[in-house]
């Protein structure tokens, strides 16, 4: 029992951290970046740059932060941008973008599947047996990054004029916030953090071209029922990861690999809002 | 409510995802297809099938390499009764509508004499209605959950009653296991290969603990691995997708901190070695290997790296009886006088061919008796044989053909 009280924290949590950056730009673009599957994978590459650069392990963290961060901010001004008045077109061109990337990675890294130095390996006794080390440090990772998220949100001026973005752009508008610097800032800011739990999976996964493109489903329900609140992108995670992993546990992991996408839409139905409180 | 119709439109643009793979597919056969003029009718054609895309793209490189090297060399030595071989290279995308275009083109528009390929069981299986119907002689070189039975077909390589005996009697035998744990991705031959260790196991004494499937696709093994820990088995037996399933599979297992015996039915060498520390100590059952002590295999290690240099794909047990297979279709060719179909079907189980695994000939019931190696990964990534097995018996796989 403590043990799947804990498969369930570390799920949700890095549950959280691949979806938190989908979340962000949704918010603020009202559009979803299908690219952040891509974005997933160029932060697991990031970790292999790293690795095969012998640097330490740990510098995959800021390093994949970065080059999401910049690429993310070249995307949102070169193909997003021009598409502001076209929500539709700019979701084909992340999809686009998506496949793209996907096959740059390709040519220069090949199909092959590849590997990450992990900067922590190995178990520890826990309860009555023991636990992956790794995925209570990525848990403690998901944590970090919810929090100073949370931050920037609700006690910067950033994270205001975003929110004010966020509630009514137009009017953000006529209150003088630019709202083109916000969505600049809040698409980079997504594509950062994807490339950064891209990062922080890649020790529990593989690194290969598609390693997002799993990923990229379960992050996208979650955003759906999350709307763009952190605080329900949270609960989306415990409760549709939690009850995953119980449908794998108890059922099979066949079902379980349903039952986000299943959840989700079922939820939806019963409550358009989501997970949303108010 | 405002947000159903872009939801609907969103999951539109997911179902979108076949149909990019079927045109990159389509765009690869196209590429492929014009690299190889169509020469005159003085060539013997080979028709090559194979996942250039998809869930065998990594293995696929080194099976097309491994059948140039064998028409180089044959067609170097004066051909085939004269004639020159020539490949007829199509991507199967890895899967059944690919394979179904793949088989379509290469039968009915190529017009190759035979097909020699390894595939996944999906394409294999929607292949074989093709060949039925074009009457064109398919050599598999894939290892497979076994049973697969056709007029047409023949198969050089392992099937599970052949590759799982080695691994199992050895954990009960020298290790003294006694409880298993099977673990495979939901597939054909995740399920076939498990079906099969599950009752092997049981018919020796040894007890199941669980029997666990995860999605094709499944990153995430937790719920699995939490199971296997509170089971506690002797021994764990694992045969999920190659690649990426079966590398995060066994990096999970091992940060979760569980060391227990752990036979592998679906891990190369390659992979095996790129894995490092975390693969350490797994053992695994093959055909192929390339540490096999031969002379036929240096001979053999010796072309590839000479043709292929730095762009060598290593050989491994899905690429060598590719090799092998051409050598096959060469002796029977020779021994019929021509390329008829039936009489080719008539005489590949009489043909052999001493190749890097020794002598292969397709002689019980359209499958062939091998010698299987057990191997362990050493920490260098390096794959020691710990024993051979001469001429396994695959056993009853397709008892109304002879």
Known sequence: MQVLILDIVTTAAILFAVSCGLLISFGVLKIINFAHGAFLTIGGYSALVVTQMG????????????????????????????????????????????????????????????????????????????????????????????????????????????????????????????????????????????????AIITPLSSVDPNMGVPWLVNAFMLVLVAGSSLLALLIGSVVLGGLQLVISTYG?????????????????RIRPKGFVLD | MSRSRPEASLRGRLAAIPSRRAFLGAAMVLASAVSLPAQ????????????????????????????????EEINAAGGVLGKKLELVVADDGSGAAGAQKAFDQLVFRDKVNVLISMETSAARNAGLPIVSRGKVPFIYTSFYEGRSCNKYLYVDAWVPDQQV???????????????????????????????????????????????????????????????????????????????????????????????????NLAVDEGTAKSMGADATGIYISASYLTSIDSAENKTFLAAMGKKFGSGLKTPNDLSVPQYEAVY?????????????????????????????????????????????????????????????????DPGDQCPNLK
């Open chain 1, 55 to 198: 640097w330490d392990p740990l510098l995959a963290y800021p390093f994949s932060l970065l080059v999401g961060l910049v690429l993310g901010a070249a995307v949102e001004r070169f193909i997003v941008k021009p598409l502001y008045d076209r929500p539709l077109d700019a979701i084909l061109a992340t999809w686009g973008l998506g496949i793209v990337i996907s096959q740059v990675i390709t040519i220069v890294f090949g199909r092959g599947v590849q590997f990450v130095q992990s900067p922590v390996t190995g178990a520890v006794e826990l309860f009555d047996g023991s636990y992956s080390v790794y995925r209570l440090a990525a848990t403690g990772g998901a944590v970090i990054i919810g929090g100073l998220l949370a931050l920037l949100m609700h006690r910067t001026r950033l994270g205001l004029n975003a929110r004010a973005v966020i509630m009514n752009e137009n009017l953000a508008q006529a209150l003088g916030i630019n709202s083109s610097s916000v969505r600049l800032i809040a698409f980079g800011l997504g594509a950062g953090l994807a490339s950064l739990a891209g």
């Open chain 1, 252 to 268: 099979s992991p066949i079902l379980g690999g349903l039952t986000i996408a299943v959840a989700a839409a079922l939820l939806l």
């Open chain 2, 40 to 71: 005159a009718q003085e060539t013997i054609k080979i028709g090559v099938p194979v996942g250039l895309s998809g869930a065998n793209s990594v293995v696929a490189p080194s099976v097309v390499q491994s059948a140039e090297l064998a028409v």
């Open chain 2, 165 to 263: 005996a080695p691994i199992v009697d050895h954990f009960m035998d020298k290790n003294s296991a006694k409880t298993f744990f099977l673990v495979g991705s939901d597939y054909a031959f995740g399920r076939g290969m498990l079906e099969f260790s599950r009752k092997y196991i049981e018919s020796r004494g040894g007890k199941i603990l669980g029997e666990e499937y995860a999605p094709m696709d499944a990153t995430d093994w937790t719920p699995i691995i939490s199971k296997i820990r509170s089971a506690n088995p002797d021994a764990l037996i694992t045969s999920t997708a190659g690649g990426a399933p079966n590398v995060t599979l066994t990096k999970q297992l091992r940060a979760a901190g569980i060391d227990k015996l752990y036979g």
């Open chain 2, 328 to 392: 096959l279709y060469k002796a029977a060719v020779e021994k019929v006088g021509g390329t008829d179909a039936e009489k080719i079907i008539d005489v590949l189980d009489d043909v052999s061919f001493k190749g890097p695994r020794g002598v292969i000939q397709m002689s019980k019931q359209r499958h062939a008796p091998l010698t299987m190696y057990l191997g362990q990964v050493k920490p260098d990534g390096s794959v020691e044989v710990i024993a051979s097995f001469a001429d396994v």
